[in-house]
Nanobody, 128 residues
Framework: QVQLVESGGGPVRTGGSLRLSCQASGYISIFSSCEMGWYRQAPGNECELVGTIGIDGRTEYAGSFAGRFTISHAVAKNMAYLQMSNLKPEDTAVYYC?????????????????????WGQGTQVTVS
């Protein structure tokens, strides 16, 4: 069973930067086999896609995230990252990483519209 654990969230001032990490376990070099994505969910809002990174390292970003947010991975370490800069109060949300486009494999998938199967527990980012 693949497990994902996000870290790196916390409070940050407007205009600041944070790097979120996603540690995968249970599958060797999963990011060399499976696309992964970052999502976020703000209170009262629906879950939204931030972006994805493919097994070839190619990234795609949703909406206005390109330019401020950068997704990367370290395949050999089973790690993925979300570098966020110029943060705004509206970026306040719980951020989730997810991988493997096989449909929800968890008891609870925070973004049911997504095809990703494995999800972390989320990490809170608060911008003020």
């Amino acid at each position: 069973q693949v497990q994902l654990v996000e870290s790196g969230g916390g409070p940050v001032r407007t205009g600041g930067s944070l790097r979120l990490s996603c540690q995968a376990s249970g599958y060797i070099s999963i990011f060399s086999s499976c696309e992964m994505g970052w999502y976020r969910q703000a209170p009262g809002n629906e879950c939204e896609l931030v972006g994805t990174i493919g097994i070839d390292g190619r990234t795609e970003y949703a909406g206005s995230f390109a330019g401020r947010f950068t997704i990367s991975h370290a395949v050999a370490k089973n790690m993925a990252y979300l570098q966020m800069s110029n943060l705004k109060p509206e970026d306040t949300a719980v951020y989730y990483c997810a991988t493997d486009l096989i449909g929800c494999q968890e008891d609870y998938c925070p973004c049911p519209q997504s095809e990703f199967g494995y999800w972390g527990q989320g990490t809170q980012v608060t911008v003020s």
